[in-house]
C-alpha cells in the first residue's frame, strides 16, 4: 500500500525560486492538508482541503498555495522562495472529515532555501 | 481553539524504566485526542487515540494513555522502555470545527532517549 506519497524527498532553492511539493494518496481520502515542521514548533497547519476544489487557510499560510483538482493530488506551491520557508513538510490525508478521523502522513519532504 | 501543551520537549529514560509523556489539552467540550510516534526521518505514526469509548486507550508498541477529564490530561505511558522507543513524539487535538476546520492541533512534542 502507497498511503501518502511525498515528492521530492529533498530540495535546495535559492531565494526567490518556485517549486511545487507533491503529494498524492490513494486511499480516497477526502481530507488533506499540509502541515510544516520546524525545530521546537512542533507541526503548524499551512493550508487544507476537504475534497476536490476546495481548499483553505490554516495557521501559516503565508507564502504558500494550493490546490486540489483531484481527490488523490494536493500540490502545495511556493511562489517565491524565502529562507524562512527552510523546514520540513509533511502532507496528510484522513478518511473522517470529523470525529475521530486520523491523519495518515507522508514520509516529508525537506526543504533548504538558501 | 482546541490546544494541547506537552511538557518537557526532553525525556530521558532507562532502558527497562517506566515512560511517561506528559500532554494537557484545552477545550471546553470533549476532545479527540490523539498520540503520534516519529523515527528519525521519518513521518508521523498513530500510536492511539481517543474517542470517548473507554478513558484507558491501548495503541501499537505497548503503549497506553489515560483520559482524565478532571485533570485535562492524556498522559503517554510504557511499562518498561525498548531502545526502540527512542523517537519523537506528538500529542494532538481534534474538537468541533472552529478557523482551522477539521485540523489536529499538535503539541510542540517530547524527544524521548532510551539509554542502556
Known amino acids: 500500500n502507497a498511503g501518502v506519497t511525498q515528492t521530492p524527498k529533498f530540495q535546495v532553492l535559492k531565494t526567490g525560486q518556485s517549486m511545487t511539493l507533491q503529494c498524492a494518496q490513494d486511499m480516497n481520502h477526502e481530507y488533506m492538508s499540509w502541515y510544516r515542521q520546524d525545530p521546537g514548533m512542533g507541526l503548524r497547519l499551512i493550508h487544507y482541503?476537504?475534497?476536490?476544489?476546495?481548499?483553505d487557510q490554516g495557521e501559516v499560510p503565508n507564502g504558500y498555495n494550493v490546490s486540489r483538482s483531484t481527490t488523490e493530488d494536493f500540490p502545495l506551491r511556493l511562489l517565491s522562495a524565502a529562507p524562512s520557508q527552510t523546514s520540513v513538510y509533511f502532507c496528510a490525508s484522513s478518511y473522517s472529515l470529523v470525529g475521530d478521523g486520523e491523519l495518515f502522513f507522508g514520509e516529508g519532504s525537506r526543504l533548504t532555501v538558501l | 481553539a482546541q490546544s494541547v501543551t506537552q511538557l518537557g520537549s526532553h525525556v530521558s529514560v532507562s532502558e527497562g524504566a517506566l515512560v511517561l509523556l506528559r500532554c494537557n489539552y484545552s477545550?471546553?467540550?470533549?476532545?479527540?485526542l490523539f498520540w503520534y510516534v516519529q523515527y528519525p526521518n521519518q513521518g508521523l505514526q498513530l500510536l492511539l487515540k481517543y474517542t470517548s469509548a473507554a478513558t484507558l486507550v491501548k495503541g501499537i508498541n505497548g503503549f497506553e494513555a489515560e483520559f482524565k477529564k478532571s485533570e485535562t490530561s492524556f498522559h503517554l505511558t510504557k511499562p518498561s522502555a525498548h531502545m526502540s522507543d527512542a523517537a519523537e513524539y506528538f500529542c494532538?487535538?481534534?474538537?468541533?470545527?472552529?478557523?482551522?476546520?477539521?485540523?489536529?492541533?499538535f503539541g510542540k512534542g517530547t524527544s524521548l532517549l532510551v539509554t542502556p
Open positions: 477545550s471546553s467540550v470533549p476532545p479527540y
Open positions: 494532538a487535538v481534534k474538537g468541533p470545527p472552529r478557523n482551522s476546520g477539521y485540523a489536529l492541533n
Open positions: 482541503s476537504v475534497g476536490a476544489g476546495i481548499t
